[in-house]
């Protein structure tokens, strides 16, 4: 397993900045830790190497938590990064924002914002039936799904309505445009999932070879 570098934050929302060229840029600014390291997981004691990190202040922990986060902020999320280099970590370590570089390509997860039961023409962008021909009433129906008689019933993984959104995204090779250290502030170019305010984890790309290759044939 690859070294995985991660750090969790908080969606702030869009903006724009300007380079060094004049190009006007449009980026997300994410507020990037202090994150604490928490647990640190090995092959020995746990069957698998990762470390534990926690993000965020809360007001009251139970008994348990108070426990394992003795010594540590009272923090509100924990999450596990996998990693080989474990031996690198110790409890109560401090990761923030200058993990990262300008000009770095990072791999961002979040919740990506719910839409509630929606149709498959919004869902799965289906074409939709035609208007003419008595099929006034068929625009944005999903049609037939049937097998006819063999195997008689509807296949699994049907598309077709339900709930749209409200799931876990990764958004890949984003590049970091600007990193504020004293400010916390993480700002990479594009859209990244979720709401304002969202819990989002970024990390070092995993596919920056596979990126590099197609800009450089786009260029």
Known sequence: MAKRQAILGRK??????????????????????????????TMQSDGYNAIQIGFGRQ???????????????PLRVLREVRTDDVDQYQVGQTIDVSLFAAGDLVDITGTSKGSGFAGAVKR?????????????????????????????????????????????????NLAVELVDPDRNLLAV???????????VMIKKATKTSEARKKSNLAG
């Open 12 to 41: 702030i929302g869009m903006t724009q900045i300007f380079t060094e060229t004049g190009e006007v840029v449009p980026v997300t600014v994410i507020e990037a830790g202090p994150c604490y390291v928490t647990q640190v997981k």
């Open 59 to 73: 007001r009251r922990l139970n008994k348990p938590e108070r426990g394992h986060l003795k010594d540590l902020p």
């Open 124 to 172: 799965h962008h289906f074409r939709g039936g035609p208007k003419t021909h008595g099929q006034s009433d068929r625009l944005r129906a999903v049609g037939a799904i049937g097998a006819t008689s063999t195997p008689g019933r509807v296949l699994k993984g049907m598309r077709g309505p339900g709930q749209m959104g409200n799931e876990r995204v990764t958004t890949h």
């Open 189 to 199: 170019r594009g859209s990244v999932p979720g709401t304002k305010g969202g819990l």
